[in-house]
């Protein structure tokens, strides 16, 4: 027997990735942690195969967000941080204020983000068609923000970052 948290991997918890096992001959105590399992890499696991290794996604983190500006334009701005020492390509992957909506604003082909560098979006990227399906923007009174990794298909690829937030002070980010 053994018991797993949903909290270990949100991604696991109702967009079809599967919580798969690091070490099927791991002592039986090590499989209450969350250091025994990772997310599928791909959609719905591998049920009945092997599981293949899951592909190499730079952790890309949302490192702002400010939601609420007095100064005009006042518009919402996410702020991406690359912590490797790698450049990341992101292309295709995609921004939204829902997790469990995770396909809103896709971001198209660009340059990798270099090591350590740093990445903005603001809401003429990402509400550029405001009530188009797809655009979003932030509300000052409380609202979330992901990442997550695709590949160039568009297909979800396991990775995800991001976080709830609360009300916002004018010109105070998120972060």
Request: no cysteine; aromatic share 12%; proline share 10%.
């Amino acid at each position: 027997d053994f018991t797993y948290d949903d909290d270990w991997y949100p991604i696991t918890d109702g967009l079809g990735f599967s919580l798969v096992v690091v070490d099927e001959a791991a002592e039986p105590d090590a499989w209450d942690h969350k250091s025994q399992w990772h997310p599928s890499g791909a959609l719905s696991g591998s049920p009945g195969r092997i599981e293949p290794v899951p592909p190499a996604i730079a952790p890309v983190l949302i490192t702002e967000a400010l939601t609420r500006t007095d100064v005009p334009p006042p518009l919402d701005t996410i702020e991406l941080y690359n912590p490797t020492a790698l450049s990341a390509d992101i292309s295709g992957w995609y921004l939204t204020d829902d997790f469990l909506t995770p396909k809103k604003f896709r971001i198209h082909d660009r340059p990798a983000m270099p090591a350590g560098g740093y990445l903005g979006f603001d809401e003429t990227d990402f509400n550029a068609l405001p009530g188009a399906p797809g655009n979003f923007s932030l509300s000052s009174k409380g609202d979330e923000v992901y990442l997550f990794s695709a590949d160039a298909n568009g297909n979800l690829t396991g990775y995800d970052h991001g976080f709830a937030f609360g009300a916002a002070e004018s010109d105070v980010s998120f972060g």
